[in-house]
Nanobody, 115 residues
Framework: QVQLVESGGGLVQPGGSLLLSCGVS????????MGWHRQAPGKERELVAI??????HYADSVMGRFAISRDYSKNTVYLQMNILKPEDTAVYYC??????????WGQGTQVTVSS
């Protein structure tokens, strides 16, 4: 069974940084799409960053501030978030997909940007 566990969320001041981690219970070599999504209160879930076939893509709102990466040896996907803004406040979810169309989500981690 594929399980994803996010960690690294918390409270940070505007301009600060956080590193989110998504640990996967199986080898991530079998997944060609890995990404981070977020959902703020009262808003729809949105894509933040994704690696598709080894190429990263970012939402315009986080371009130049966030970076997605993965470590195959640790079966972990990361999201480095810098220059955080109050509007980045949301629950952040990790999602992975394979070429068969199977998708798996984590339970989410809360990120709050506030002074």
């Amino acid at each position: 069974q594929v399980q994803l566990v996010e960690s690294g969320g918390g409270l940070v001041q505007p301009g600060g940084s956080l590193l989110l981690s998504c640990g996967v219970s199986v080898s991530i070599y079998d997944f060609n799409v890995m990404g981070w999504h977020r959902q703020a209160p009262g808003k729809e879930r949105e894509l933040v960053a994704i690696i598709r076939d080894s190429r990263p893509h970012y939402a315009d709102s986080v371009m130049g501030r966030f970076a997605i990466s993965r470590d195959y040896s640790k079966n972990t996907v990361y999201l480095q978030m810098n220059i955080l803004k109050p509007e980045d406040t949301a629950v952040y979810y990790c999602k992975i997909s394979n070429s068969l169309g199977n998708e798996y989500w984590g339970q989410g981690t809360q990120v709050t940007v506030s002074s």
